[in-house]
Structures are given as structure tokens and as C-alpha cells.
């Protein structure tokens, strides 16, 4: 179902996107970096409304989100696209698929049935996911607005190359997000992703600005970046945003275009969550690795274990009115 894009203007006979921070120029007929926004005589029109690739309920955990409805599910929800180039892309048969094939396939789902499934299937949130949220905003958009009259949640696991009017205009339905932050440098961005850091930057402080939460991701890649020198900058880019976001650390395993690297060893996501906690973070989390009680969360001040998992299951909550039971601490997040 095809349906005019919003944040799109005229610019000298071509169409200016400015959904994203690519803010893509494009020509009549043509397609902007996404491959889902196309100019059709003069109108900037989203060629994935309403197509559904994939639908079901996850534990809000695996998004991964440990201060935001911990323990609920979630219904997860995604179209083909997306408006970066990840060569480790772990869903890419989903986010690569037009441009790997051309195909804009996906299920006619509306926006009513989407947040009756959640209700149904007894969700308290929507996940926007699995490919770039940004990329079917409008769709993303209109389902957000009738899950918060039904009390549902909302939540993107995003890029975060969202741009600022159209993370502004969503911000009212917006509960959380999950924001990748890929590596510190401009060249990993341009080589591995097709894209830049700072307008990542930018937006992970635009969203903690508009009130809604965030949870900041890594996937750590060996020879990529795994130096200590990225992992301070990183985790000190956080702590001056928040020192209460948590730093979800991951394991890297060899994926699409990106094979020739192997999968993280542990230590060095010890190294890093060691060097996070040093920075000033209250919530560094190891993820990938089931078992380990670095998945755990642990109270800031009095160090009591709060909140018990094993993967992607909460075995134990022992937070009160989201405060630690034993020193009466507020625990940052959504609990």
C-alpha cells in the first residue's frame, strides 16, 4: 500500500527526504538511500505502509531493554529496508532485502490490527524492530498513536538516524529506545554502516532531552572496534548524556558481508564493562553470553541483586515500586 511520506520537501525539481540524517536528494522515479521512499511525480511516497515482514511476541529483553517493562513480552513488528549498510547485519534477510533483491514484500496488516494482536496476545508494549523503525515511520506512527490510547507501550530499537522533526513528532508516543551505538569513530560508521557518528550522537541526546528512555547497544567486533580507546569513548559519551542509560556490551558473531572477523572472546566485553563502570555508569550490561551474572542488575549504591536473568528470562525481580528493597534506591528506567 503506497502513502505520502511525511518530511519531505521540494528542492530544485527533486524532493528533499528529511525523514532521516542521510536527508537524501532524490530525483523523479528515484529512490532514496532506504530503498522504501520513492519520488513519484513530484510526491515523496513510503513503498512499505502497511507491509508486515515479520510479527511476533519476544520477551522485551531481547530487544535488549533490562529497565523498561522487565520480564513483560512484546509484540515485535518490522517491514523491509533500512537506511544503513551494516556488513555484520544479523537480520539482513529482512533490512537488505530490497537492495539485495528489489523485493518490497509484507503482509497487509493495518495499524487497528497490529495493537489488537498486542492486546490480544497480552503485551504491554510494541516493539518497532528487526529492521530500522525509521524507515517505516508512517506506518510506525499511526500504529504508536492508537497503542498509547489503549495503554500500550511503545518502543523502537533504532539506529538512531532518526531525524529531529520526525523523532520530535513521535516523541508523544515514543515510550523508549533502544539506541545502537555502533563504534566511536566517523570511519567505522562510513566503512561498516554507510553512514556517520555524530548525527548518532546528536540523536541519542535529542531523545534523552525528549523524556523518553534509552538503552544505548554495542555489538563489539573484533579488529573493528574493540580498542580500550573505543570502549572509553564510548562509555564516557554516555556518561555525560546520563550515567543511568544502560550499556548493553554484545557479541559480535561473523554474519552476511562481515565474515572474516571471528566472534568476540568474553574478555574483551569484560574489559569493556569494567572500563564503563569505571567511566561513571550505573548499568553495564555483558549480553549474548546466557549465564554469566553480568546480565544481571545490581543495586548502584548498595550493590544488592535487584533483578536475576538467564538469556532472555527474568527468573527473579526484587525491585519495589522500581526501588531497591534493601537501601531504597530508585532504579533508572520504566520498572
Known sequence: MLKEA????????????????????ISP??????????NREGKLYSLNYRKAISMAVDPIEKKPFFHFHPGS????????????????????????MVRDHGEIPGDDVAPEDVVSTAIKRGCDSISYTYSEPTIFYEYAYDIAKL??????????????????DALREISPYLDAANIDLKGFTDKFYREICGARLQPVLDSIKLHHELGIWIEIATLVIPGHNDTKEDYDRIAKFIASVDPEIPWHITRFHP???????????????????????????KYV????????EKE??????????LIKRFGFSVMKNKTI???????????????
Open 147 to 164: 497503542a498509547k490510547k489503549e495503554g500500550i507501550a511503545n518502543n523502537f530499537v533504532t539506529n538512531g538516524y532518526i531525524g529531529e
Open 255 to 281: 554474519d552476511y558481508k562481515l565474515t572474516d572477523a571471528p566472534s568476540t572472546p568474553a574478555t574483551s566485553l569484560r574489559m569493556a564493562r569494567d572500563i564503563g563502570i569505571e567511566a561513571g555508569l
Open 6 to 25: 511525511m518530511f519531505y520537501r521540494p528542492e530544485n525539481g527533486r524532493l528533499r527526504c528529511r525523514l532521516c540524517r542521510h536527508e537524501c536528494l
Open 296 to 305: 544481571d542488575t545490581f543495586c548502584p549504591e548498595c550493590k544488592e541483586l
Open 29 to 38: 522515479s528515484k529512490r532514496g538511500t532506504c530503498q522504501v521512499r520513492e
Open 285 to 292: 550490561y555483558e549480553g549474548n553470553i546466557p549465564g554469566e
Open 73 to 96: 513480552t512484546s509484540l515485535s513488528i518490522a517491514t523491509v529496508g533500512c537506511n544503513f549498510k551494516c556488513k555484520h547485519c544479523q537480520n539482513y534477510s529482512i533490512s537488505q
Open 321 to 335: 515500586d522500581g526501588k531497591c528493597p534493601k537501601c531504597g534506591t530508585k532504579i533508572a528506567g520504566r520498572l
